[in-house]
């Protein structure tokens, strides 16, 4: 079965610093991938979505992903963190039968 | 445009108790989603509904789950009995076309406790 794998379970980063979340699938075939955001008290967001053509794909709010198929991996890149960053970040991927599925989850706090 | 619905955003019962969650998807939003995301966990499909037919309900323990989508548009996600492990959020998503692999878009969710 495929799984979704995030390195990370809590992240902690000061103000401006650059932020790097890994994510790593196991499903082979065509692979459709996600990042969603949480912020505290909202529901999940859509960050950013790779479905096919350039492998860097540019987000809201100046998130990236960058997919790299030899890695199976998909992470996700924002040069410089805002203290409004603090949120738990999901990648998701789809599935040979189409099904979403979630990594585990990485909360970030980014202290002002 | 409005989100995903759903009610109540809270619940609170004891073990062996029945409770229903409702949702009600963006509008004209042809499928439906129900995730189970249990604290510390990323969520997991539960069930999907293709307007009112089911088109997967692999993960759905159905001994004591149960959902409808009667007429396409709102649905209901039951619990019963109900049991401490099932203490989670539970999400809501819908996406609008037929196409199998589409942005999801969740709503808030209702957070469940099982005493």
């Known amino acids: 079965a495929q799984s979704v794998s995030q390195h990370n379970h809590h992240v902690i980063l000061s103000e401006a610093a650059s932020l790097e979340l890994g994510c790593n699938y196991s499903y082979g075939g065509t692979v459709n991938l996600f990042w969603y955001v949480q912020y505290p008290g909202q529901h999940l967001q859509l960050l950013l979505k790779?479905?096919?053509?350039?492998?860097l794909v540019k987000g809201i709010k100046g998130f990236e992903a960058e997919f790299i198929k030899s890695k199976f991996s998909f992470n996700l890149r924002k040069p410089s963190v805002q203290w409004s960053d603090t949120a738990e970040y999901f990648c998701a991927a789809f599935n040979a039968g189409n099904m979403l599925t979630f990594g585990g989850g990485t909360r970030l706090m980014v202290k002002p | 445009e409005a989100g995903v619905a759903q009610s109540p955003r809270y619940k609170i019962i004891e073990k062996r108790q029945s409770v229903a969650f409702w949702c009600n998807p963006i509008s004209g939003h042809a499928t439906l989603y129900w995730y189970q995301q249990i604290l510390g966990q990323g969520p997991k499909l539960l069930i999907q509904?293709?307007?009112?037919?089911?088109?997967?309900d692999s993960q759905l323990p159905k001994d004591r789950f149960s959902a409808e989508r009667l007429k396409g548009v709102d649905s209901t996600l039951k619990i019963q009995p109900a049991k401490l492990e099932d203490s989670a959020v539970y999400l809501c998503?819908?996406?609008?076309?037929?196409?199998?692999?589409?942005?999801?878009?969740f709503g808030p969710g209702t957070r469940l406790l099982v005493l």
């Open positions: 998503a819908s996406t609008g076309g037929l196409v199998r692999r589409e942005t999801q878009y």
């Open positions: 509904f293709q307007n009112n037919g089911v088109v997967d």
């Open positions: 790779y479905f096919s053509g350039d492998p």
